[in-house]
């Protein structure tokens, strides 16, 4: 069932619009001051990993669950990366065929809200 989901949609069709997600998300969340992405490869799945300023990863993580926004916070089974950038952790915002921009645009409006909460 789920198989023929995807097949009725096209894979082609999936990776295009979630490289558009990301690509919409990015730039928009760059806008926000202080923001700063971790792992911006060309080719890269719709997953941004992030922190904003010296906010803890896990404090705006909490605030967004808040806001009814799912993200990952912490080091991600990554602990090389995280020493390598020198930093404890990141958020992660990851998008796929069933999200929206508008749900992208609540997401940097909430995370908006969660850095002048933290400030």
Do not use: W
Request: hydrophobic letters at 40%.
């Amino acid at each position: 069932m789920a198989l023929d989901y995807l097949n009725n949609i096209g894979f082609d069709n999936i990776e295009s619009y979630e490289l558009e997600l990301l690509n919409y998300a990015t730039n928009k969340l760059k806008e926000i001051p202080g923001f700063k992405i971790y792992g911006e490869a060309k080719n890269k799945t719709s997953v941004i990993s992030f922190n904003v300023g010296e906010l803890h990863s896990y404090d705006i993580g909490t605030i967004l669950d808040k806001f009814g926004i799912a993200v990952r916070t912490g080091q991600h089974c990554a602990q090389p990366v995280m020493d390598y950038f020198g930093i404890s952790g990141t958020v992660r915002a990851s998008f796929s065929f069933y999200n929206t921009k508008e749900e992208i645009d609540y997401l940097c409006k909430s995370l908006e809200r969660a850095i002048a909460m933290l400030s």
